[in-house]
C-alpha cells in the first residue's frame, strides 16, 4: 500500500518570504510518480508537476522548484519569494502503475501568504 | 492542461435521494477515475475505469455507488441512495495512454445531502 504525508497542516509566510511544503512517502514499488497539486480558495485540483521514480534531478519553473530524494522518501516543493495568490492548499500524491493508477494524497497543507 | 468539466456544480439533495454526477472527458483520455474530498479533508479515491468496466474501486465505493459510460462520451457517477456523510466534493479526473500518468481533475460538483 502507498501512503503520503504531509506533516505541514498549515503555514502562514509574509509576502515575498520563501516557504517549503514538506512531503514524505512510503510504497515498496521501484517505478512510481510523484506530483503536486494546488487547490485554490476555489476549489479546483490544478497539476503542477510530476516526477517518476528514476529522475531525480530538480526541477525549477519560475518561482517553484521541487526537490525529490529518493534516500529521504520526500518530494519538497518550494516557492521563492511567495504572492498572495500562492495561497492555497497543496497536495502532494503517488501512484504507482502497476497498482491501479489511482494517485494516492496527502493531507494537504494549506499555505497563507499575508500581504 | 486539458479541461475535464463536471456538472452540476454543486448539487443538493435529500437523504434518500439518488443522484447523478457526469463528467465530459477529453477526447483522447481513456482512462477515467472519481475521487472524493469531504470538506477541508484530504482527497480520496472511489474508482478507476476503462475499456467500459471498473479496474480499482475503493473501501468507500461501496454498492451504493455505480459509474458508466452509458453514451461512450459523458462519465458517470451515480450513487442509489444519499446519506449525509456523502456530502462531499466529486472529482472527475482522467488520463491519457501516455505514460506520464498525469491525472487531470475537473471542477468538482459539490454535493450537499440535507
Known amino acids: 500500500a502507498q501512503k503520503v504525508t504531509q506533516a505541514q497542516t498549515e503555514i502562514s509566510v509574509v509576502e515575498k518570504e520563501d516557504v517549503t511544503l514538506d512531503c514524505v512517502y512510503e510504497t515498496r514499488d521501484t517505478t512510481y510518480y510523484l506530483f503536486w497539486y494546488k487547490q485554490p480558495p476555489s476549489g479546483e485540483l490544478v497539476f503542477l508537476i510530476r516526477r517518476n521514480s528514476f529522475d531525480e534531478q530538480n526541477e525549477i519553473s519560475g518561482r517553484y522548484s521541487w526537490n525529490f530524494q529518493k534516500s529521504t522518501s520526500s518530494f519538497n516543493f518550494t516557492i521563492t519569494a511567495s504572492q498572495v495568490v500562492d495561497s492555497a492548499v497543496y497536495f502532494c500524491?503517488?501512484?504507482?502503475?502497476?497498482?491501479?493508477?489511482?494517485?494516492?494524497f496527502g493531507g494537504g497543507t494549506r499555505l497563507m501568504v499575508k500581504p | 492542461e486539458p479541461e475535464v468539466t463536471q456538472t452540476p456544480s454543486h448539487q443538493v439533495t435529500q437523504m434518500g435521494q439518488e443522484v447523478i454526477l457526469r463528467c465530459v472527458p477529453i477526447s483522447n483520455h481513456l482512462y477515467f477515475y472519481w475521487y472524493r474530498q469531504i470538506l477541508g479533508q484530504k482527497v480520496e479515491f472511489l474508482v478507476s475505469?476503462?475499456?467500459?468496466?471498473?479496474?480499482?474501486k475503493s473501501e468507500i465505493f461501496d454498492d451504493q455507488f455505480s459509474v458508466e459510460r452509458p453514451d461512450g462520451s459523458n462519465f458517470t457517477l451515480k450513487i442509489r441512495s444519499t446519506k449525509l456523510e456523502d456530502s462531499a466534493m466529486y472529482f472527475c479526473?482522467?488520463?491519457?495512454?501516455?505514460?506520464?500518468?498525469?491525472?487531470?481533475f475537473g471542477p468538482g460538483t459539490r454535493l450537499t445531502v440535507t
Open positions: 479526473a482522467m488520463r491519457d495512454q501516455s505514460f506520464s500518468y498525469e491525472q487531470y
Open positions: 475505469f476503462y475499456n467500459n468496466e471498473i479496474s480499482e
Open positions: 500524491a503517488l501512484t504507482v502503475p502497476n497498482a491501479g493508477n489511482m494517485l494516492t
